[in-house]
Each structure stands twice: as C-alpha cells, then as structure tokens.
C-alpha cells in the first residue's frame, strides 16, 4: 500500500501534463525464480540445504523460503540459501517447498513448487 502510494505520487502530478509516466516509475517487471535444490520429488533427510536461483535486471533485494505455506525465513545475497531442518516434520510425510523472489522495486515472484518426501535420519 506504501509502495503503491509512493509510486502513484508523481503520476498525479505529471497527470495534469498529460505525461504518461507509468515507464518513468521504475521497474515493474517481475524477477524471475526457480529452486536448483533440493530437485522435485526427492527423499530428504536432516538438514535439507534449499537454494535458489533468482535475477533481475534492476536487482534482487531478497529470496524467501517457504514450506507448505510456512515463511522460513529470507537469504539477501546470493547464492541464496536456506537450512530447513527437516527432522521435526513426520517421517515418510511430502512437503512443498516454494521461494519467493522480491526485486529492488517491491515485485514479487514465485518458483514452481518443488515437492520433497521427509524420512527420518
Ligand atoms: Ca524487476
């Protein structure tokens, strides 16, 4: 809502120019995101190392991780990682893994789901 504030300020003002300003506001393309590890439709165990890829033109400000809808928590440089640990989670149970990639102009994108089965160590 800040964001989108922020961003509507100028064009306002430009409006009355008759200025068409929405590609003067900055980045609005998405960043791209895909998990390298672990690879869908793996067993894992323990400590599972997950880490992504993520680009933009204008920059990545930061990778979320994120497992069956849960935020772990965030790595802002790369090679973006993160360590789940695993062992708190049933054995033989799968779950989704997801990464969420935010650039340096607040856009927000998804990688496909990458689906894991948890045993136990
Ligand atoms: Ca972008």
Redesign the pocket.
């Known amino acids: 809502m800040r964001r989108a504030l922020r961003w509507m300020a100028p064009c306002l003002a430009l409006a009355a120019a008759l200025v068409a300003c929405s590609d003067d506001n900055g980045?609005?393309?998405?960043?791209t995101v895909v998990i390298t590890e672990p690879l869908d439709g793996l067993t894992v165990s323990g400590q599972v190392l997950i880490e992504a890829e993520a680009s933009?033109?204008?920059g990545i400000l930061r990778v979320s991780f994120v497992v069956d809808g849960d935020e772990l928590g965030d790595d802002d440089t790369p090679p973006y990682t993160w360590d789940w640990d695993s062992r708190p989670y049933a054995d033989g149970d799968t779950h989704s893994l997801l990464a969420a990639a935010e650039?340096?102009?607040g856009?927000l994108a998804y990688s496909e789901y990458v689906v894991v089965r948890v045993v136990l160590p």
């Open positions: 980045d609005q393309t998405l960043p933009d033109a204008g650039d340096r102009a856009n």
